[in-house]
């Protein structure tokens, strides 16, 4: 946003920047979490295929509440993850601002725990500001950032 009174154009983030930002932060926190559930855990033998269902699942919530923790306190300090910084992109509120606590909590929300659902509901539900639905219900945007400014206000797609 521009300081000397104009205003800046919004830069919405493409939905394949998002998920290659995703797909980074993904990597990383599977990594960090997989280590640390074996440090925890240490390594179990599995007799049949349900112990190995069953193990799958248990490591799915303390994961997911890596993932959450992750997102949240990088987005609400930076607005960033390591996957948004590298791909230039950082999560605002409506108006290109530092997001609430409450959006980026539920925005992290759905990213880690309701994913699928959240992504297609926001693809088939989409609006010009390309949000998932968490998105939508905690008022945050996705941006491209951009170092030019520009004089008029308004959404456009990157």
């Known amino acids: 946003m521009s300081e000397s009174g104009g205003s800046s ?7 394949t920047d998002r998920f290659l930002a995703w797909l980074i932060d993904f990597v990383i926190m599977s990594i960090v979490s ?3 559930i074996f ?3 240490g390594t179990i033998d599995f007799e049949t295929a349900e112990d190995v269902f069953w193990a799958e699942g248990m490591q799915y919530i303390p994961s997911s509440i890596m993932f959450f923790t992750y ?3 990088l987005e609400y300090k930076t607005g960033q993850t390591v996957g948004k ?3 230039n992109l950082k999560a605002t509120d409506m108006s290109g601002g530092r997001p609430s606590l ?7 929300f759905g990213r880690s725990f309701l994913l699928p659902i959240d992504v297609a509901l926001g693809l088939i539900l989409t609006n010009e500001k390309r949000q998932r639905i968490f998105n939508k219900l905690g008022d945050t945007l996705v941006v491209k950032i951009r170092t030019d400014e520009s004089s ?7």
């Open 34 to 36: 997989t280590a640390v």
């Open 71 to 73: 997102w949240v306190v």
């Open 39 to 41: 440090t925890a855990f």
């Open 102 to 108: 409450k959006g980026v909590i539920l925005s992290s």
């Open 9 to 15: 154009k919004i830069i919405i983030a493409k939905w």
């Open 85 to 87: 910084k590298i791909l």
């Open 152 to 158: 008029d206000t308004g959404y456009i797609k990157d």
